[in-house]
């Protein structure tokens, strides 16, 4: 194919630059996924040439298998985003049982040839919504700006509300795009209103959620390998943060650039200052005409806008009057804007009349404050006067959106307020057109937003007006509607479509739940509202925000006199599973579960009866208890044949597959689970990943692998543990990625002697952890990590593994805690930890036996062994060894089996019984295939080989 950086394609009204992955119509982005732009690519490189399906996944899905639905679901999300005014075919053309082809005329030009497309990247230009003007008088300003971030990459634009700051910062960030490759993220902070969620704004323009504990780490790992500009825009009502982040990010990345826009310096110790003035206006003593006037940028930009909006030009009768208006406004560019556009309907001496006279009104902001600052308040007051009082009705009203919001958001909250949708959707035009409301795209659609001193202002007249509660119930109400809606979808709305449409969302949600929760809210519509946004946080894997979300949403509950049965029941089994995911168990969850339990019966709601046994079971098993996990599993198998839920059914056949595993029917369960996921072999459905809390496709594989590796197919254990990992990162659910690395990859690749793969995965978990709260995984994070650390020859890494044990066992997470003992015996016996050995492996073997978790009872007595053997009792060492290779092959657990074989192969060896060794180790050896790799094969095939030269030496 084509290179991707030479270029564009253009065909019809559309370009695509498949460098920057962003597809235009016109000069507005289109919204569409990644894999459905990889996919274009391919048919805009091909145009006209069938593109067989098989070609057409290969290039979107690399490496990965995925079913065809997948390739079916991108290609009409591509078709959708394509809007055709008048054509005799589609752009795209399905040939039945074959492939498609790009029917409508393309080509293609070389970057020298093609436009410019904006840069897009992270938060996206696209975000920003200070309109498509060009600066007048500012041409100076962008060349120092884009200079000192060239020069210096850290660079914070200091002026009064309403100068131009933002728009500077945008227009230097396009002057930038080709020194930063990597695109322009823009934060704005004016939607954030606490200084703690500066770090969750900056993660989210870049592409994660909120709802971590270190995101400063996250955001400094997520643009360290980037070539990028961030701008942080409006920071000054969250200063010292702002400043503090900027600064560590700088001084950890050097390599990005950053601009700042905020009403005051950090004084940080590595920014540049720049301040940006007002526009340059004439003296009132300057006597100039019309041509001289237009020198000065306050008069132009003011004329121009007018000449824009009214049809105006300046006579040079008009000068002194046009002056004094720019005076008046000091030069501020955002009053300028909201000014000049006045002359539709009054002449200049009428305007700096009302202007004169508003400025007398200053109700808005203390008369302490700056001048400029108090010009910029009344020019909105004045502004807000002229409104039509629909117009102002609904300015008011915008202000309850935290952000970004469509007109079908404005006729949702205002349904009570105006006329008709017709005269709400003018009144919104209007109030674009007047400046009061910034314009964009979205999603490929309109989409506006308040400037932070307009939404600051419209918030206080919504109150003085009386008019807030009502407002914030329409808000929160409308809300609720949405995301009702956005859970009935969630159950047949492909993931990503969903995501897409709802995600954004989050920020209104999280303010309409604070305020259905607030003094003057709404308990009950905050109870609804926290249950529908359920779905919400655990496809974000927002485990610590829905614990505490939903927590306080149950104790409203309580004071409730008749809370709605569906909606407790909810809110408890989310309650439930949350606590699964905290440092410990503790008695409080499984409490909560069993009442989640009772309320699904209670409502008679079966998915909700499968969901909360699952929940339940879940925590047994995590608590280590296996025959209560098969009586809840028989519970939930019950509901599931009752209702014919194929889906749940599987999902239990796995998970009572693994609880006999654990329970030692090793052969059953890897039989079971091969046959398993052949009959879920693709990602093709991604809807509905949390229901069960984990992505079947990826826990099948999770499973799949653990039991072949102790089965002894390690090849297939090593291509299960991928495809789990990948499929993983193809769903983006941060809890499903956690599993496969915590519970397939790591141990699987740390007993491999793949220590490297370990340590690489171990970091990813632990970012998960971070990013989401994944408090559960913490301990055995911890233990990894020391065990890496001994492989490495760390000399306090055994140390660190019992303290990570000690946390395991204290946590009560204690599946596979067995395991975990027996690795801690055997680092400490080759440290010549004897008694830390001893120690360990007795607890082993004592919570196998209290848990029945004799899956790794070879194991433990391989190492039982080892550490008899090493004390100086070797008939007990040898014994132990025997019966570890006995019960490693009546179980099946061949891994274990070739380890214990090899150790006991090598006492015999030093007693001088080499040939009884090799007839003992030569068949075990022989069961795994020719191209099975990892230490323990390796390790039996050189002392079989040592023997045969031994023995062959002998003969000689």
């Not at 600066?135 to 660079?155: N, Q, Y």
């Not at 919104?428 to 600051?456: E, F, H, I, M, P």
């Not at 859970?487 to 709305?493: C, K």
Request: charged letters at 25%.
């Amino acid at each position: 194919m084509r290179p991707v950086s030479e270029g564009a394609y253009f065909f019809d009204e559309y370009r695509f630059f498949p460098r920057r992955q962003l597809l235009l119509r016109g000069q507005v982005p289109v919204r569409v996924g990644a894999r459905a732009l990889d996919l274009l690519q391919v048919l805009l490189e091909r145009q006209g040439e069938l593109v067989s399906k098989a070609d057409l996944i290969r290039f979107a899905w690399p490496d990965t298998f995925v079913h065809e639905s997948n390739l079916k679901v991108n290609i009409a999300a591509l078709r959708r985003s394509l809007l055709q005014d008048q054509a005799d075919l589609p752009y795209i053309v399905t040939v039945p049982g074959r492939g498609y082809r790009f029917a409508a005329p393309v080509r293609f030009e070389t970057a020298s040839a093609s436009s410019v497309a904006p840069s897009h990247g992270g938060g996206g230009l696209e975000r920003q919504l200070q309109g498509s003007h060009l600066l007048i008088g500012r041409e100076d300003d962008v060349g120092e700006v884009t200079k000192r971030v060239c020069d210096r990459g850290f660079v914070t634009i200091v002026g009064p509300a309403g100068v131009g700051k933002t728009s500077l910062a945008v227009a230097a960030a396009r002057e930038l795009t080709e020194r930063f490759n990597d695109g322009v993220c823009f934060v704005d902070l004016a939607a954030i209103n606490d200084a703690q969620l500066v770090c969750a704004a900056i993660a989210s323009a870049l592409g994660s959620a909120a709802g971590v504990i270190d995101l400063l780490v996250g955001i400094v790992d997520a643009v360290r390998s980037k070539n990028m500009l961030l701008i942080l825009d409006n920071c000054e009502h969250v200063l010292t943060t702002s400043a503090l982040v900027a600064e560590h990010m700088h001084l950890a990345v050097p390599e990005i650039g950053i601009i700042a826009t905020s009403r005051e310096p950090f004084r940080s110790k590595t920014e540049n200052v720049y301040r940006l003035a007002p526009l340059r206006c004439p003296s009132d003593e300057a006597g100039l005409d019309g041509r001289q006037a237009m020198a000065f940028p306050a008069v132009e930009l003011f004329v121009t806008r007018a000449q824009e909006a009214a049809g105006y030009g300046l006579s040079d009768s008009d000068v002194s009057v046009i002056a004094d208006i720019c005076r008046r406004l000091d030069g501020i560019p955002l009053a300028i804007e909201l000014a000049a556009p006045r002359l539709k309907s009054c002449d200049p001496a009428s305007l700096l009349r009302h202007l004169k006279d508003s400025f007398d009104l200053l109700n808005y902001g203390p008369r302490t404050a700056p001048l400029r600052h108090q010009a910029l308040q009344a020019t909105l007051d004045w502004s807000y006067r002229l409104l039509s009082e629909a117009e102002a009705s609904l300015l008011r009203h915008l202000s309850v959106f935290a952000g970004l919001f469509t007109t079908e958001d404005v006729l949702g909250i205002t349904s009570d307020i105006v006329a008709s949708p017709g005269e709400t959707a003018a009144c919104l035009d209007n109030l674009a057109s007047k400046s009061l409301v910034s314009q964009t795209v979205s999603g490929g659609k309109a989409a506006y937003r308040l400037l932070d001193t307009t939404k600051t202002y419209a918030a206080e007249r919504l109150r003085a007006e009386g008019e807030h509660r009502r407002a914030c119930e329409s808000h929160a109400v409308y809300m609720l509607d949405l995301f009702e809606r956005a859970e009935a979808e969630w159950t047949w709305v492909a993931r990503e479509d969903w995501m897409t449409t709802y995600g954004r969302r989050a920020n209104d949600l999280r303010n309409a739940i604070d305020w259905a929760f607030g003094a003057d809210g709404d308990v009950e519509t905050g109870l609804r509202l926290s249950a529908a946004a359920i779905p919400l946080w655990d496809e974000l894997s927002s485990v610590a925000e829905c614990r505490q979300r939903v927590r306080t949403a149950l104790d409203a509950a309580k004071l409730t006199a008749h809370p709605d049965l569906e909606v407790r029941m909810k809110l408890a089994t989310a309650h439930a599973r949350s606590l699964t995911f905290a440092e410990r168990l503790d008695p409080e969850a499984e409490g909560a579960c069993r009442e989640s339990v009772r309320l699904a019966e209670l409502k008679g709601d079966a998915d909700y009866q499968l969901r909360a046994v699952w929940g339940l079971a879940v925590l047994q098993s995590f608590a280590g208890r296996h025959r209560d996990v098969l009586a809840s599993l028989d519970r939930f198998d019950a509901i599931s044949e009752r209702t014919k839920d194929s889906a749940a059914a599987s999902s239990g056949a796995r998970f009572r597959i693994m609880t006999q595993f654990y329970r030692g029917d090793i052969v059953g369960a890897h039989a079971s689970l091969k046959r398993l996921a052949r009959q879920h072999d693709s990602l093709a459905e991604r809807t509905r990943i949390s229901r069960f809390q984990v992505d079947p496709y990826v826990v099948i594989r999770v499973s799949l692998a653990f039991v072949g590796w102790v089965r002894g197919d390690t090849l297939e254990a090593v291509k299960a543990a991928r495809a789990a990992v990948d499929g993983a990162a193809a769903t983006e659910h941060l809890v499903t990625q956690s599993n496969a690395l915590a519970l397939a990859s790591i141990p699987i690749a740390i007993w491999r002697g793949d220590i490297d793969t370990a340590e690489q995965h171990l970091n990813l978990l632990d970012d998960n952890l971070n990013r989401r709260n994944l408090a559960s995984w913490a301990p055995l994070s911890h233990f990894f990590r020391a065990v890496i650390g001994h492989h490495r020859g760390s000399a306090d890494a055994v140390e660190q593994m019992r303290v990570a044990a000690n946390e395991i066992l204290d946590s009560k997470f204690l599946i596979r805690a067995p395991i975990y003992l027996g690795m801690l015996a055997e680092a400490a016996l080759q440290r010549g930890r004897i008694e830390l050995a001893r120690e360990s492996i007795a607890a082993a073997i004592a919570h196998a036996d209290q848990l029945d978790e004799t899956w790794c009872q070879p194991e433990l007595l391989r190492v039982l062994g080892c550490i008899e053997i090493q004390r100086g009792d070797r008939a007990r060492g040898e014994q132990a060894l025997i019966s570890a290779v006995q019960t490693a092959g009546a179980s099946g657990a061949l891994s274990f089996q070739l380890r214990a074989a090899t150790d006991l192969a090598n006492v015999w060896t030093e007693s001088g019984a080499a040939s009884a060794a090799a007839a003992m180790l030569d068949p075990i050896c022989r069961q795994f295939a020719q191209d099975s790799t990892g230490k323990d094969v390796a390790r039996a095939r050189r002392l079989l080989d040592r023997l045969e030269i031994e023995a062959s030496s002998g003969r000689a």
